[in-house]
């Protein structure tokens, strides 16, 4: 059995994982943690009513040595923090939450590896993302002209979203950095050509009814290309949460992107 915490199990995200360790054969739900619970135990909640786990309000009061696999699904404020705790107390981190900077990851790496610990941390645990973002990546070697636009809830808290930032990071591999558009261009209404990487623009899209949506669009000279992904519910992220706890622990760093334990 694997034992694992859920982190920002308040949250949607951490809600349906926290759902997805009960059910599974193979894990075990040890603990949860969340700033914002006042509840002590995991049953005075009516949805998990006559289970009996623990929860944790503050990072120094969780009890690290039952537990296995930290996942995480807290906020961009506070996810560094969680998992270099995790790290350092011996913890596999399967990390959802989008935010961290490229040198706060390369500081969490540096310590995974020199403890040879395994972890994860994924833009995207989504199949068809995962899909979409090695789609892309194959494109851009045809088509460098290309424009991100990623649509999401309008509770998220960051922008872009993770999964467009990686997906610009893979097309930026086997792409050069070119501006692109016209020279002369202005915006008349700043913002208007949304975020630059390397040339390519993101556009980051907020509304009511969405979950978590992509497109990647590709223009040459009399053709374009659309490579899209839908997520209409967060249960299709589970199958990815639950390879990677499943996995984790037959690794000794902390990887970026699912594909590499798929």
């Known amino acids: 059995m694997v034992k694992v915490i859920v982190a920002g199990f308040k949250g949607r995200m951490g809600n349906t994982t926290s759902h997805m360790i009960i059910d599974h054969d193979d894990f075990e739900l040890t603990c949860v943690f969340d700033p914002r619970a006042t509840e002590k135990n ?10 009996n786990v623990p929860v944790y309000s503050k990072l120094e009061d969780i009890n690290t040595s039952d537990i296995d696999v930290w996942v995480d699904f807290t906020a961009p404020s506070s996810v560094y923090a969680n998992v270099k705790f995790a790290i350092e107390h011996g913890i596999s981190p399967v990390v959802g939450t989008t935010g961290m900077s490229d040198d706060q990851v390369a500081e969490l790496q540096k310590i995974s590896k020199a403890k040879k610990l395994g972890g994860l941390i994924a833009p995207n ?5 995962v899909l979409l973002m090695q789609f892309a ?13 990623e649509m999401h809830h309008d509770n ?6 993770g ?11 086997v792409r050069a950095p070119k501006k692109q558009g016209n020279p002369e261009e202005k915006e008349t209404l700043a913002g208007a050509r949304g975020a630059d990487y390397e ?17 990647v669009l590709f223009g040459s000279k009399g053709e374009a290309l659309t490579i899209r992904q839908d997520s209409f519910d967060r249960v299709s992220f589970m199958s990815g949460v639950a390879v990677a706890v499943e996995k984790i622990q037959g690794y000794d760093e902390l990887l970026v992107g699912l594909e590499h334990i798929l």
């Open 125 to 129: 645990f989504g199949i068809s993302a």
């Open 163 to 173: 999964t467009a930032i990686n997906t610009a990071k893979l097309i930026a591999e």
């Open 199 to 215: 040339g390519m623009h993101i556009h980051s899209v907020r509304l009511p009814g969405y979950v978590a949506h992509e497109q």
């Open 137 to 149: 990546q194959q494109a851009a070697k045809y088509f460098p002209d290309v424009e991100i636009i």
């Open 42 to 51: 995991l049953s005075e909640e009516s949805e998990f009513k006559g289970l």
């Open 156 to 161: 998220k808290l960051d922008a872009p979203s």
